[in-house]
């Protein structure tokens, strides 16, 4: 093993305690030789930023919820917003600043928040107006969003509505007064009046807008794409329009009812008794879990229908979401695992992966070709990779595992490997002999290992291309690649390809860049140095620093812009990266979690207390920042505050 790649997985290791940092689709583990072992990963959280936004916590602090077709809307008790899931147009990006909202609602590919002064926010896709609230923006007391327009309810009982009007769904009835309440469907609307009856108007193709006799005595309205729900004041719930998928037969008993809402093909009632009631989701949607209540089916408070998912609402500020099977997941049912424990993640098109501490592997993301559905046993995985439509998964015992649509599992004896790389539709595995082997698409020879196939240390690979590190230090490119580094092709510990620019990381911590620049995906910026981890996606790169933050360029053109340019704050912490064609995935460490054992007990004390000494002191110890937790540069008393309010365990 050439000492300069040894010297800095050990340094890489040490400097955020015993990190084991995601370089491509190897961990720094695999550049150890056999007999030297690696310090053990520490466990983290999920962090997901892009076109999709994972990583929330939906533990506490929520007062209502909101879903669009693809993403979800959490309402904080501080007036604050928090947005997960699809964010293709940016429909989970909210506005500064992100204060005094009193209400959220999500529409097809955009979302609607009421201040607290009356006016409207609205962001996302805007393609047929549907953000651009109509002046005078004030006054406004309710809200609510369509697939392609939005509806805002004045104090006076008035109506305003922009957006798509091809079916006249913006044009209010007369009289515009005396409403109460509004709901926005595919592209129908509908008012709840003061009377207690319902006025539904325009597209009715599926009679979504005809209200059933006796029109009286409603207390809430709900819009589906192509049905509607009413609540009665007795508690039954009145439903008319499409019901090809069941969404429109309430299940008896039909009483105690207090709350309804509409999804893209499902309904959803809340009872009295804090229950979920869920109908629709037969047919060709019925096996995306919408419909499927967690088991615990009590104490909610509020309720949310959106395209294929659901959300619940519970009085301790906590969010439940279901849902989101097949390639309707974006997201937005977030990380369907608890969000700790993680070790290690790979990002693909759409899908991601995150393995855990104990061997298991969570999938999330588009699952059209099973691509996150890990096969049994889910146990027993040091590695993962995540190509275009499919994941590969390598085990403790030297096998390769292989799900989704993709070129399944390397070819016989499935043994001795140590490292694993998925590129668009090729598969790479690195033997303990350091031999690569190579399966699937070759139509650039992309499966073509050059001779000698010896003495490499990791390998990457993207599209239609692979890289693969040699124990000198050198980088070997081949397939429709971007080419090997310009020379001196020396040096370099760590590779990441993207779809068609790689990185390589030198033992000096420097990244080198090269290949397509049209994003500014190879332009590392300043200062290029205290690297120890890297991760390139379709359109942009990551770097991780040794002080636990990731440094992000790329993303230049709006057009491949997603966002998965911006890191989420705060960025420290972070001891993993990962970057997939539009989103970008990090793993970062517990508050508190001194150990990085996954949890904040006694034990971290002992390591937080080392580093309890003042900045002059502190800033000698690697990874001293992750201590200070009020950013002041030091680590003090204040931050020990801090430390002990995530206190966990004993």
């Not at 379709?538 to 890191?567: A, M, T």
Request: negative net charge.
């Amino acid at each position: 093993m050439n000492p300069a790649i040894l010297d800095f997985a050990r340094r890489a290791d040490a400097a955020i305690r015993g990190v084991c940092v995601v370089v491509s689709a190897c961990v720094i583990a695999a550049l150890l030789p056999s007999g030297i072992a690696a310090a053990d990963p520490p466990k983290g959280a999920v962090v997901g930023w892009g076109s999709q936004v994972v990583g929330v916590d939906l533990t506490g602090g929520f007062t209502a919820v909101a879903a669009g077709d693809y993403h979800s809307l959490g309402l904080k008790a501080d007036g604050s917003v928090v947005a997960w899931g699809d964010n293709t147009y940016s429909q989970s990006n909210i506005p500064p600043p992100n204060s005094g909202f009193v209400a959220v609602a999500a529409g097809g590919w955009h979302s609607l928040g009421l201040k607290g002064d009356g006016s409207i926010v609205a962001w996302g896709s805007n393609d047929s107006g549907q953000t651009n609230v109509p002046a005078p923006n004030a006054d406004f007391i309710g809200i609510a969003a369509g697939e392609y327009h939005s509806l805002g309810l004045k104090a006076d009982g008035s109506i305003v509505a922009w957006g798509d009007n091809n079916y006249g769904q913006t044009h209010v009835p007369s009289p515009n007064t005396g409403f109460l309440a509004v709901a926005a469907g595919g592209y129908h609307s509908l008012g709840l009046k003061s009377d207690g009856s319902i006025v539904a108007w325009l597209y009715n193709g599926s009679g979504q807008t005809n209200v059933p006799y006796p029109n009286t005595g409603f207390v809430g309205v709900a819009a589906g794409r192509n049905h509607s729900l009413g609540l009665k004041s007795d508690g039954s719930i009145v439903a008319w329009g499409d019901n090809d998928y069941g969404q429109t037969n309430v299940p008896a008993p039909n009483a105690d009812f207090i709350g309804i809402a509409a999804g893209e093909y499902h309904s959803l009632g809340l009872k009295g008794d804090g229950s979920i009631v869920a109908w629709g989701c037969r047919g060709p949607y019925e096996n995306y879990g919408q419909c499927g209540v967690p088991p615990t089916n009590s104490g909610f408070v509020g309720i949310a229908a959106g395209g294929f998912h659901s959300l619940g609402h519970k009085p301790d500020g906590s969010v439940m979401a279901w849902g989101c099977g097949g390639s309707f997941d974006h997201g937005q049912c977030n990380i369907p695992a608890a969000n700790s424990g993680f070790v290690a993640v790979a990002a693909g098109l759409d899908h991601s992966l995150g393995l855990k501490g104990d061997g298991s592997i969570v999938g999330w993301g588009d699952n059209y070709f099973g691509q996150t559905n890990v096969p049994a046993p889910n146990t027993g995985f040091v590695a993962v990779a995540a190509g275009r439509y499919y994941s590969l998964g390598l085990k403790a015992d030297g096998s390769i595992a292989a799900w989704g649509g993709g070129p399944g599992n390397p070819p016989e004896p499935n043994t001795g490997f140590m490292g694993v790389a998925a590129g668009g539709d090729h598969g790479l595995g690195l033997k303990v002999d350091e031999s690569i082997v190579a399966w699937g698409a070759n139509n650039y020879g992309q499966s073509n290992v050059p001779a000698p196939n010896s003495g490499f240390v990791a390998v990457a690979a993207a599209g239609d291309y692979s890289l693969a590190l040699k124990a000198d230090g050198s980088i070997v490119a081949w397939g429709f690649a971007p080419g090997s580094p310009a020379e001196p092709n020396r040096g370099f510990v760590g590779v990441a390809a993207g779809w068609f620019h790689s990185l390589g990381l030198k033992g000096d911590g420097s990244i080198v860049a090269w290949g397509d620049d049209y994003d500014g995906q190879t332009n590392v910026p300043a200062p290029n140095a205290d690297f120890i981890g890297i991760a390139a996606g379709g359109f942009h790169s990551l770097g991780l620093k040794g002080d636990g933050s990731i440094v992000e360029w790329g993303c230049g053109r709006p057009v491949f812009n997603y966002g998965q340019c911006n890191v989420p704050s705060p960025n420290t912490g972070f001891v993993a990266v990962a970057a997939g064609t539009t989103h970008s995935l990090a793993i970062r460490r517990v508050t508190g979690d001194a150990d990085g054992d996954g949890d904040v007990d006694r034990a971290d004390f002992a390591v937080f207390a080392d580093y309890l000494d003042g900045p002059f002191v502190v800033q000698q110890l690697a990874g001293w920042q992750f201590f200070d937790s009020d950013a002041d540069d030091d680590v003090d008393l204040r931050d020990l505050a801090a430390w002990q309010s995530a206190f966990t365990g004993d």
